[in-house]
């Protein structure tokens, strides 16, 4: 038996507990009415309990607590989405307070005999993926993706993941203190990769769960029901469906037992997907990519959209055949030439290099084209995104400022400069025995070390791209622009 909070509490002293929505181990999850706004809309309370008695670990759940309430923060400027409205901490309990979403998880939709079309399924997937190329755009892993955790929000039908594992984590790491940081498997059993039950969740565990959740839809049936082959651990499925064998083979490729044989982004898998999906794809509205020009309405739609104003999905009339053909043709030297060609031409103009200002203002969606282009053409290994994680696991920053940042360092014995920007060239191979290389010595294969191209001149450009790459709504083309006619 639960026992809500008096009727007559009010939580942070505005938030009115109204019904029970459901509980764990680390806390429970209201409905509430928020009775400092007009009208006392309802909202959601998670109220997070850990059981601490030292000074110590208070003040760490007080750390953790406030960071992943940041990312929560960051994260809700996305429709699908819950906006996290405030958070607060009251007798040394933690509470998040979420928009309420209006609506039934897929628990019922995803019960087990109910059985989707393969192009229900088709669309399904595609909501969800949109949702985790957002989420791994910024860095973070959810980690708990199951038919309860989503829900299909009445108003417009559309897809809202919600219970970030962000915050269970926090949970986890609060209760877990002072028994060293040992790593808890969050997840739930059926839709969580081996690697995530060791504790080592990457992005594509997310992707696993995804694929566990197309594979439900089309069987009718819990993963957990599912057998595995005996002798590689694979899911067999494929008999208990009816699917055509490029969504079949999809699906395998999302919940390989080996995370190194499962797709490695969401976008790869969207890649796949849409081509099978033409019809959907072509009704949906334009969407505006630029989220400094979003109001909340215009931001409902978007992601859900994709549509597209020319034909490649430009917002400035680029065309990008000639681009697609040279990655198609693996041609990579002239692909990144073609590349700084185009992206010059977004500011008419011919010759020259783009400034730092100009990379700022870049329009979002032929951003995200490009870079969509090179991924998949490279399976991944070329691509600002690819940049993106690389130049933030170098500790380079997204300030205007950046290059002042620059820091010295004694290496054998020797002082030289260690600036991120240096250390993101020697990822990137741009950079081999101290000494940048000349652009002719680049290597221009699949060869070269992760993202090693498309090619950038200095640190400021780089600082600014990856600024720009946090600023632009992650747009995925949903025509197929990367087949040849
Ligand atoms: N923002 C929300 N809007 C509507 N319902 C929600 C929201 N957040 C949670 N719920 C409901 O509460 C249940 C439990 O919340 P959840 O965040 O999944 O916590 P947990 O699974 O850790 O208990 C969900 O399954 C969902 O039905
Ligand atoms: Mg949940």
Same mark, same amino acid.
């Given at each position: 038996m639960i026992n809500l909070p008096n009727g007559e509490v009010k939580l942070g002293g505005r938030y009115q507990i109204v019904s029970y929505l459901g509980g764990?181990?680390?806390g429970q999850t209201y409905l509430a009415q928020d009775n400092h706004l007009p009208g006392q809309p309802r909202c959601v309370v998670k109220h997070l309990k ?17 960071? +992943? ?16 409205l405030a958070h607060f901490e009251e007798n040394q309990e933690f509470y998040l307070v979420q928009?309420f /979403? ?38 973070? *892993? ?19 993941? *919600? ?10 790491? =609060? ?28 992005? %594509? ?20 029901? #599912? ?7 694979? =899911? ?10 490029? #969504?079949?083979? *999809? ?39 630029? #989220? ?7 931001? /409902? ?57 100009? /990379? ?8 995200? #084209? ?76 699949? +060869? ?22 946090? =600023? %632009? ?13």
């Amino acid at each position: 038996m639960i026992n809500l909070p008096n009727g007559e509490v009010k939580l942070g002293g505005r938030y009115q507990i109204v019904s029970y929505l459901g509980g764990g181990g680390f806390g429970q999850t209201y409905l509430a009415q928020d009775n400092h706004l007009p009208g006392q809309p309802r909202c959601v309370v998670k109220h997070l309990k850990p059981k601490l008695t030292d000074d110590e670990s208070l003040a760490m759940a007080h750390r953790l607590f406030e960071t +992943e309430a940041q990312v929560l923060y960051r994260l809700s400027d996305f429709h699908q989405i819950p906006r996290l409205l405030a958070h607060f901490e009251e007798n040394q309990e933690f509470y998040l307070v979420q928009e309420f /979403i209006d609506g039934d998880n897929l628990s019922q939709e995803l019960a087990p005999g109910n059985r989707f079309t393969e192009v229900q399924t088709i669309a399904l997937l595609q909501e969800i993926l949109a949702v985790l190329v957002y989420l791994h755009q910024h860095h973070v *892993i959810h980690r708990d993706l199951k038919p309860s955790n989503l829900i299909r929000r009445r108003r417009d039908h559309r897809i809202v993941l *919600i219970d970030f594992g962000a915050v269970k984590q926090l949970s986890t790491q =609060i209760q877990t203190h002072g028994h060293s940081t040992r790593t808890i498997a969050i997840g739930s059993p059926g839709y969580m990769p081996s690697e995530q039950m060791a504790g080592k969740p990457r992005f %594509c565990s997310d992707l696993y769960a995804v694929g566990m959740i197309g594979i439900q839809a089309l069987t009718g049936l819990h993963p957990k029901s #599912l057998p595995e082959d005996a002798r590689t651990s694979e =899911i067999i499925w494929r008999d208990r469906a009816e699917v055509s064998p490029r #969504l079949g083979d *999809i699906l395998d490729k999302m919940v390989r037992y080996d995370f190194r044989e499962r797709y490695q982004t969401a976008l790869e898998v969207l890649a796949d997907l849409n081509p099978l999906a033409p019809d959907r794809l072509m009704s949906l509205p334009p969407v505006d990519a630029d #989220l400094q020009t979003n109001s909340p309405e215009t931001r /409902i739609q978007m992601f859900t959209g994709f549509g597209v104003g020319s034909p490649s999905g430009s917002e400035v009339g680029i065309d990008y055949k000639t681009l697609q053909d040279l990655l198609f043709a693996k041609s990579w030297q002239a692909a990144d030439q073609e590349t700084q060609r185009l992206m010059l031409k977004a500011f008419e103009r011919e010759t020259g290099q783009l400034t730092a200002d100009e /990379i700022r203002q870049f329009p979002c969606r032929d951003l995200y #084209l490009i870079n969509y282009l090179w991924l998949h053409h490279s399976d991944g290994l070329f691509g600002f995104s690819v940049q993106q994680d690389i130049w933030k696991s170098v500790g380079g920053t997204t300030d205007a400022i950046y290059p002042a940042l620059e820091r010295f360092s004694k290496h054998r014995g020797k002082w030289r400069i260690n600036s991120p920007w240096q250390r993101f060239g020697g990822r990137v191979g741009w950079r081999s025995r101290e000494q940048w290389l000349p652009y002719g010595q680049l290597c221009f294969s699949l +060869e070269a070390p992760k993202g090693h191209l498309p090619h950038w001149q200095n640190g400021e450009q780089v600082a600014a791209l990856i600024s720009r790459m946090d =600023i %632009c709504k992650p747009y995925v083309p949903h025509i197929d622009i990367t087949r040849k006619p």
